[in-house]
C-alpha cells in the first residue's frame, strides 16, 4: 500500500494538478488556433494568392493504380500547421512575457529614501553636539 500512496501524494500534489490544467488548456487553445487558421485565417490568404486553398496543396509522388491510393507530398497542410505552431509560439511568448514582466515588478525593491541635504546633516551634527556638551 505504501506505493499506492506515494503515486497518490504525487498525483495531488499542486504541481502536477497545475500541469495537468496547463496541458488540457493547451490542447484546447491549440485546436481553437488550428481553427482559427484553417477556417478564418488561409482562406483570406488563399484568394489573395489566386483562389489557392491550402489544404488541398500537394505534389504526387506515385499515381494511384487499381486497388493502390497515390501517394502524395502534402506540403499545403504543413504550411498549415507551420503557420498554427507560429501563431501558438507567439501567444505562448506574450504571456510568458507578461508574466515575467509581473514577477520583476513583483521582485522590484522599493526606493531607499532620499539621503538628507547637506543643511540636514549639519543641524543634526550641531543637535548632537548640544546634547553632549
Not at 497542410?77 to 514577477?103: E, R
Not at 543643511?119 to 543634526?124: F, Q
Amino acid at each position: 500500500m505504501s506505493m499506492m500512496k506515494e503515486f497518490r501524494d504525487f498525483a495531488v500534489r499542486g504541481n502536477v494538478v497545475d500541469m495537468a490544467v496547463g496541458i488540457v488548456i493547451g490542447a484546447a487553445f491549440g485546436k481553437i488556433v488550428s481553427s482559427f487558421v484553417s477556417d478564418v485565417l488561409m482562406p483570406p490568404i488563399g484568394i489573395a494568392l489566386g483562389g489557392v486553398d491550402f489544404s488541398d496543396l500537394a505534389v504526387t509522388l506515385q499515381a494511384a493504380s487499381g486497388d493502390v491510393a497515390a501517394v502524395t507530398l502534402n506540403y499545403g497542410t504543413f504550411i498549415q500547421t507551420a503557420i498554427d505552431f507560429i501563431i501558438i509560439a507567439f501567444a505562448i511568448f506574450m504571456v510568458v512575457k507578461a508574466m515575467n514582466s509581473m514577477k520583476k515588478k513583483a521582485e522590484e525593491k522599493p526606493a531607499e529614501p532620499p539621503a538628507p541635504s547637506a543643511e540636514i546633516v549639519l543641524l543634526t551634527e550641531i543637535r548632537d553636539l548640544l546634547k553632549r556638551g
